[in-house]
């Protein structure tokens, strides 16, 4: 789809939008175009003089199977291609590789439809040719769409409108505008945006292009939906979802209605946000259109809870994460982290490539300095020339050492960086712990059963936060000992409600700390608290302690867990009972994650876990201690 190739960062709820309306404009042109079809491959056939004729005919041929059979293209470009060189037809060469560029966008394949654009382009330059640059400005713009550079995609649109100001209002006119509102949107730029949507949305209506005016009107509401004009938006939307019912179009109806529920979640009007919400979320249910019905579950809950619903906004939620849990698979969850080190993994092998490439001419220069050596053994400067070379070699050597040596540091921090990648992303999974969602919600669920309102809603709320925090710090290399304290407190307060008030916790800062500039790794703490609950509070009678203490040592930031729990000796043995094979997280994936940390450091983090006894040896609890370089990750 054409809107997904320009636009891959838009929402899939715009995308539905602008889809739908342009299928059905696209519908009528092509039942147009049928007709115009058979009459250019009767002119094509007809017509066998090697002329420019034939060249625009060709070309004029590949546009029509653009939207049919793109497997004929190819041909039928290289035919044109050769004969505008054979003519010497500068344009009809422009025309050809524009067209081939086009298709190479088509099937995937950017590296190549790249320069194929940017020859056309200096082509169409030369000749001062309009309608070839817009189409070629167009095809560098998807490209660098896809590619994520933005703002040279921009550059490109707003050329093509720059060539067609001052032209008549046409439905194309209004695209280029249409464009260049969407990429500034893309780059969050919503004032701009703004701008050339109303542009756009003038030019429609000057040339009576309907569902130009559709567009662009859904397209504000979005944009004043983000600038927080929320009545603007609903003025926008509304004229949107008027045209979609009247023609019918069942996807728009939908998203119009989610995003009126959005306007009027945040104007504070929660009956008219549940009634569209409710209109929005029957249409995607019908539809299976689950990754949108997931995001309408997730608005049911946010407006049921703003009614004090407490028990509808928990389905809700339930239902929000089910549909969550099955889009995204662990196989999926796989994917996700094999794209987001695409990017890196891509990087480093361009250097090693560099690298590699550089080691080759070094070593090819290092044999043509020993040849020379021969040589020039039998001129008068021998000796003078020969000290020089053999300076030289040396020189080579050590350079095509040191070169040797950068390529396997190099493959060496690519590996460490994707298992610490592969690190983050366990600690993340050990924190949004399904066991403990579930005993969380089902906490929750018998405070609703038991009518205790106020406490429900207090603890969803609780939990949707450190939902919301678990997501925040998988994102970042650090965070402050305050964002820690804030998300430890969070989780220790659901975990108390699986204790049944027998877990008494403290997390207690140091005075000497500050809070907000002292940093720490993300994800590194909270897997240690929930071994301490796991292993060694859990199967302990009585009253459960719990401390976490932040403190400075030197140069260094402490962190201790204490508790009162049965200690690791008989923790293993009930475990072993229970499962052979029974590993806690911090036994492997959290000493792995300290490794990978420790790689770039000078000053390494350190963990020492001591088991507490009294004076007659008998266990009374466990120590865990922490020591992380305050300078180190102040900086990220």
């Given at each position: 789809?054409?809107?997904?190739?320009?636009?891959?960062?838009?929402?899939?709820?715009?995308?539905?939008?602008?889809?739908?309306?342009?299928?059905?404009?696209?519908?009528?042109?092509?039942?147009?175009?049928?007709?115009?079809?058979?009459?250019?491959?009767?002119?094509?056939?007809?017509?066998?003089?090697?002329?420019?004729?034939?060249?625009?005919?060709?070309?004029?041929?590949?546009?029509?199977?653009?939207?049919?059979?793109?497997s004929e293209i190819p041909p039928l470009v290289l035919e044109a291609l050769e004969l505008s060189r054979k003519l010497n037809y500068a344009r009809g060469i422009g025309q050809a590789?524009?067209?081939?560029?086009?298709?190479?966008?088509?099937?995937?394949?950017?590296?190549?439809?790249?320069?194929?654009?940017?020859?056309?382009?200096?082509?169409?330059?030369?000749?001062?040719?309009?309608?070839?640059?817009?189409?070629?400005?167009?095809?560098?713009?998807?490209?660098?769409?896809?590619?994520?550079?933005?703002?040279?995609?921009?550059?490109?649109?707003?050329?093509?409108?720059?060539?067609?100001?001052?032209?008549?209002?046409?439905?194309?006119?209004?695209?280029?505008?249409?464009?260049?509102?969407?990429?500034?949107?893309?780059?969050n730029d919503f004032s701009e945006a703004e701008i050339y949507y109303q542009e756009a949305l003038s030019i429609s209506q000057a040339c009576g292009f309907h569902t130009g005016v559709a567009i662009a009107e859904g397209s504000l509401g979005g944009v004043y939906n983000n600038l927080g004009r929320y009545q603007d938006a609903i003025s926008y939307l509304n004229k949107t979802l008027k045209y979609s019912e009247q023609y019918g179009h069942t996807t728009n109806i939908a998203a119009s209605c989610y995003s009126l529920s959005d306007s009027y979640l945040k104007l504070g009007k929660?009956?008219?946000?549940?009634?569209?919400?409710?209109?929005?979320?029957?249409?995607y249910r019908e539809l299976k259109h689950y990754r949108m019905l997931k995001d309408c579950y997730y608005m049911q809950v946010q407006i049921m809870e703003k009614l004090g619903a407490y028990p509808e906004a928990l389905d809700y939620l339930m239902q929000h994460m089910k549909l969550k849990d099955s889009l995204f698979s662990e196989n999926k969850v796989k994917v996700i982290e094999e794209l987001q080190t695409k990017y890196e993994t891509e990087k480093k092998e361009a250097e090693i490539a560099a690298l590699s490439q550089e080691a080759k001419i070094q070593d090819f220069q290092l044999k043509k300095q020993k040849?020379?050596?021969?040589?020039?053994?039998?001129?008068?400067?021998?000796?003078?020339?020969?000290?020089?070379?053999?300076y030289r070699q040396r020189q080579l050597k050590q350079q095509k050492?040191?070169?040797?040596?950068?390529?396997?540091?190099?493959?060496?921090?690519?590996?460490?960086?994707?298992?610490?990648?592969?690190?983050?992303?366990?600690?993340?999974?050990?924190?949004?712990?399904?066991?403990?969602?579930?005993?969380?919600?089902?906490?929750?669920?018998?405070?609703?059963m038991l009518n205790e309102k106020k406490l429900a809603g207090k603890y969803l709320g609780k939990f949707a936060d450190l939902m919301r925090t678990y997501l925040n710090h998988s994102q970042r290399k650090s965070v402050s000992v305050q964002d820690e304290v804030d998300a430890l407190k969070l989780y220790l307060e659901l975990e108390k409600l699986r204790f049944e008030d027998t877990l008494n916790y403290e997390v207690f800062v140091d005075p000497e700390i500050d809070p907000e500039d002292s940093k720490l790794?993300?994800?590194?703490?909270q897997p240690f608290v929930e071994n301490a609950l796991k292993h060694g509070l859990l199967h302990q009678h009585g009253q459960r302690i719990l401390q976490v203490k932040f403190s400075?040592?030197?140069?260094?930031?402490?962190?201790?867990?204490?508790?009162?729990?049965?200690?690791?000796k008989a923790s293993e043995a009930i475990n072993h009972s229970r499962n052979s094979v029974h590993h806690s997280y911090a036994t492997g994936a959290i000493k792995e994650r300290i490794d990978l940390i420790n790689y770039a450091l000078i000053e390494q983090v350190t963990e020492v876990t001591n088991d507490l006894v009294d004076a007659q040896g008998v266990p009374i609890g466990t120590h865990v201690m922490i020591k992380i370089p305050l300078t180190a990750f102040s900086a990220l």
């Open positions: 789809m054409y809107f997904q190739d320009q636009f891959p960062e838009m929402s899939s709820r715009t995308i539905c939008v602008v889809f739908v309306f342009l299928a059905c404009f696209q519908i009528q042109k092509l039942m147009a175009q049928d007709i115009e079809l058979d009459s250019i491959k009767a002119a094509v056939e007809n017509h066998t003089h090697e002329d420019t004729i034939r060249v625009n005919l060709l070309i004029e041929l590949t546009r029509y199977h653009a939207s049919r059979d793109i590789l524009n067209v081939q560029s086009k298709h190479y966008i088509v099937t995937g394949e950017l590296d190549l439809a790249l320069p194929l654009a940017i020859k056309a382009q200096g082509i169409f330059d030369s000749l001062n040719y309009k309608p070839g640059l817009i189409a070629t400005n167009n095809n560098l713009a998807r490209i660098y769409n896809v590619n994520g550079a933005f703002e040279k995609s921009l550059t490109m649109h707003l050329r093509n409108v720059d060539l067609v100001k001052g032209s008549p209002a046409t439905s194309e006119k209004a695209g280029m505008y249409f464009y260049v509102a969407k990429t500034f949107e893309s780059l929660y009956e008219d946000a549940r009634y569209y919400i409710d209109r929005s979320t029957v249409i040849y020379g050596l021969f040589g020039l053994g039998f001129m008068i400067l021998l000796t003078i020339g020969s000290g020089f070379l053999i050492a040191i070169t040797d040596m950068e390529l396997v540091e190099t493959k060496k921090r690519l590996e460490i960086e994707q298992q610490y990648r592969a690190s983050e992303l366990k600690a993340l999974r050990s924190q949004m712990n399904p066991h403990f969602m579930f005993n969380a919600l089902n906490s929750i669920q018998e405070y609703i790794p993300a994800l590194l703490i400075v040592e030197g140069r260094s930031l402490l962190c201790e867990i204490i508790d009162n729990g049965i200690g690791r």
